[in-house]
């Protein structure tokens, strides 16, 4: 079975230039998650989907970062304009709760091999 | 406060089981503990959870306290390509908090 795909695996940009970045999550997985870590940190989580919905973006800074997933399968993930401070490692991540998907306690996500953005 | 606390880092020798403690003291009734590796450049691989009993997977041993305040990962053999950050996480409303990890130093 394949894994999360993302891509491209590096990038390396500009301030104030855009970037994107795109996930397929795992086939079936209804949610879908993008983290962002900083050089020695543990991932943080910038937005959650269920489907095609986002169900929580409380973390997603939206002047500059959005995202979307149209057909709740793949998604994306732009950064406008971009700042030097986002130079980070993005992670996508899928995961297909039981039960109540909101209220679970239990969600094993698996992870992308993430993309690395440099802003110079 | 859904932290966790881990020693920053930790050595142990190849063949010799490796054991990765995780304080989650607050942690409530209905939430699991995960544990995940990163190795360097990739994404963070899942290894085990668990929510009061102790687990066993074909990677490691989750032991879990009793009153469920720590925990503790086991990699019965540590090999070389065990050399990775190890990240304790607890789920709240599907939402990881990963603290910093611990980086885990196998050396032959």
């Known amino acids: 079975e394949a894994g999360v795909v993302q891509s491209p695996r590096y990038k390396i940009i500009e301030k104030k230039q855009p970037v994107a970045f795109w996930c397929n999550p795992i086939?079936?997985?209804?949610?879908l998650y993008w983290y962002r870590q900083n050089l020695g940190q543990g991932p943080e989580l910038l937005i959650r989907?269920?489907?095609?919905?986002?169900?929580?973006d409380s973390q997603l800074p939206k002047d500059r970062f959005s995202a979307e997933r149209l057909k709740g399968v793949d998604s994306t993930l732009k950064i406008q304009p971009a700042e030097l401070g986002d130079s980070a490692v993005y992670l996508c991540?899928?995961?297909?709760?039981?039960?109540?998907?909101?209220?679970?306690?239990?969600?094993?996500?698996?992870f992308g091999p993430g993309t690395r953005l440099t802003v110079l | 406060d859904a932290k966790t606390t881990q020693p920053p880092s930790m050595d142990c020798a190849e063949g010799r089981a490796a054991n990765l403690p995780c304080n989650h003291s607050?942690?409530?009734?209905?939430?699991?503990v995960y544990w995940y590796r990163q190795i360097h450049s990739q994404g963070p691989q899942y290894i085990i959870h668990?929510?009061?009993n102790n687990e066993t997977n074909e990677m490691a041993s989750l032991i879990i306290t009793e009153d469920r305040k720590s925990s503790t990962l086991i990699l019965p053999h540590a090999t070389l390509r065990d050399t990775a950050v190890y990240y304790c996480t607890r789920i709240n409303f599907n939402k990881f908090y990963f603290g910093s990890g611990t980086k885990l130093n196998v050396k032959p």
């Open positions: 668990g929510l009061k």
């Open positions: 989907y269920e489907n095609e919905e986002a169900v929580d």
């Open positions: 991540a899928s995961s297909s709760p039981e039960g109540l998907a909101i209220h679970t306690s239990t969600d094993t996500q698996y």
């Open positions: 086939s079936g997985h209804n949610t």
């Open positions: 607050t942690i409530s009734g209905n939430e699991y």
